[in-house]
């Protein structure tokens, strides 16, 4: 089924389970040098008078570097039958694997957006913020169990500039 664009307000998924329960594969990079990794942590909604994503990487992540140098991303949200590969490129780096070659995962390079076919929604972004997390801004400090080997995450705001589905 091919994807059609579709403006953000037309996503009908309750994101609690679309981010939090289905994941999402996070892409940064160039058609030459690209990486992506699996996520369950983030969020869609409006800020700035303007309708955003935001995600978080920790630093330790090989996709880190390829959120750094990018001037965007994108977010590829997938069927059940892809958690086989949503789980692979969660678990694997892509340092040290080829997870487009190992998954099949197909890339679909558009208009400098970087996805995957066979995702169900897709969401482009450009980069308006980022923020590294702070542990002296914990007011609970049970939120520091997350953080074991202290790498905290970089939270990246995105604009959204476009979503594509299959709806």
């Given amino acids: 089924m091919e994807l059609k664009e579709i403006s953000p307000e037309a996503i009908t998924d309750n994101t609690f389970r679309l981010i939090g329960k289905d994941w999402?594969?996070?892409?940064?990079?160039?058609?030459?040098?690209?990486?992506?990794?699996?996520?369950?942590?983030?969020?869609?909604?409006?800020l700035w008078d303007k309708k955003i994503c935001f995600c978080v990487i920790r630093p330790t992540r090989y996709t880190y570097a390829f959120m750094e140098k990018s001037e965007g991303f994108t977010l590829s949200f997938f069927e059940e039958q892809y958690r086989d590969i949503l789980t692979y490129c969660g678990t694997k780096s892509g340092k040290d694997?080829?997870?487009?070659?190992?998954?099949?995962?197909?890339?679909?390079?558009?208009?400098?957006?970087?996805?995957?076919?066979?995702?169900?929604?897709?969401?482009?972004?450009?980069?308006?913020?980022?923020?590294d997390i702070a542990p002296e801004n914990f007011l609970d400090p049970?939120?520091?169990?997350?953080?074991?080997?202290?790498?905290?995450?970089?939270?990246?705001?995105?604009?959204i500039l476009r979503c594509l589905s299959m709806q």
């Fill in 97 to 131: 694997v080829n997870k487009v070659a190992e998954t099949g995962l197909t890339p679909v390079f558009d208009r400098g957006a970087i996805y995957f076919g066979g995702a169900r929604l897709v969401i482009v972004c450009r980069k308006i913020y980022t923020q």
């Fill in 142 to 159: 049970e939120l520091d169990k997350f953080y074991p080997k202290k790498d905290y995450h970089r939270m990246y705001v995105g604009e």
């Fill in 24 to 46: 999402m594969l996070v892409t940064a990079g160039t058609e030459a040098s690209f990486n992506t990794m699996t996520a369950a942590w983030g969020g869609l909604g409006v």
